[in-house]
């Protein structure tokens, strides 16, 4: 079964520097993959998507995701971070082969930022 | 302005009520989903609708029930067979074009 998983609950870092937030999947053919965030109590929003083509992805708000096929990660990447990006960050995976909707979610991490 | 509108956006019930929450979209989308989030849990697959009159269980479908009579509602019904409905519940529909979900701005549900 298809399963995603976000290693990390919480992480820390102070405000210009950079980000990295890991996600790794577990799904036999070629996925779709998803990063989202969300503020508190408030609905989530799509940052960036991959399902096919380059590898490197770009999003909104500066960030962008490289997909490893060979270590089923989906990272999540900014080179520098601002107050403003302290929220919840979900990886998500397509569950179906096709382009349904259906979304397997990671556990979450939630980004604190240091001023 | 096109998106998805969930209401309330805090609902009490007390235990043995059954509750309706409501999620309206004018996206033109045939797809809609329910979500429920637990912290430290994401996001987990309640029930899903493809198209107008028809819906399928997620994962966590006991003690829940959903219509689809209208393809820009999508009403999920909180039972008082859900042993635990305390959670923060999303609706969520799906542009195919885009291969992109649209959330709303969630229902924050507290049994009291």
């Known amino acids: 079964a298809q399963s995603v998983t976000q290693p990390d609950i919480h992480i820390t870092v102070s405000e210009g520097a950079s980000l990295e937030l890991r996600c790794n999947y577990s799904?036999?053919?070629?996925?779709?993959l998803f990063w989202y965030v969300q503020s508190p109590g408030q609905g989530l929003q799509l940052l960036l998507k991959?399902?096919?083509?380059?590898?490197l992805v770009q999003g909104i708000k500066g960030f962008e995701a490289e997909f490893k096929r060979s270590q089923s990660s989906f990272n999540l990447r900014k080179p520098s971070v601002h107050w403003s990006d302290a929220a919840e960050y979900f990886c998500?995976?397509?569950?179906?082969?096709?382009?349904?909707?259906?979304?397997?979610f990671g556990q979450g991490t939630t980004l604190q930022v240091k001023p | 302005d096109g998106g998805i509108t969930q209401s309330p956006k805090y609902l009490f019930r007390k235990e043995g009520q059954n509750v309706t929450l409501s999620c309206e979209q004018n996206?033109?989308?045939?797809?809609m989903y329910w979500y429920r989030q637990d912290p430290g849990q994401g996001l987990r697959l309640i029930y899903y609708?493809?198209?107008?009159?028809?819906?399928q269980k997620g994962d966590i479908a006991e003690g829940y029930s959903v219509s689809r009579e209208k393809k820009e509602s999508f009403p999920l019904t909180v039972t008082s067979a859900q042993k635990n409905p305390t959670a923060f519940y999303l609706c969520?529909?799906?542009?195919?074009?885009?291969?992109?979900?649209?959330f709303g701005q969630g229902t924050r549900l507290t049994v009291v």
């Open positions: 998500a995976v397509g569950a179906d082969s096709g382009n349904t909707g259906k979304l397997i």
């Open positions: 799904y036999g053919a070629t996925p779709y």
């Open positions: 991959y399902f096919s083509g380059d590898t």
């Open positions: 996206l033109n989308h045939d797809a």
């Open positions: 609708s493809q198209i107008v009159n028809d819906f």
């Open positions: 969520a529909s799906w542009a195919q074009m885009n291969t992109e979900a649209f």
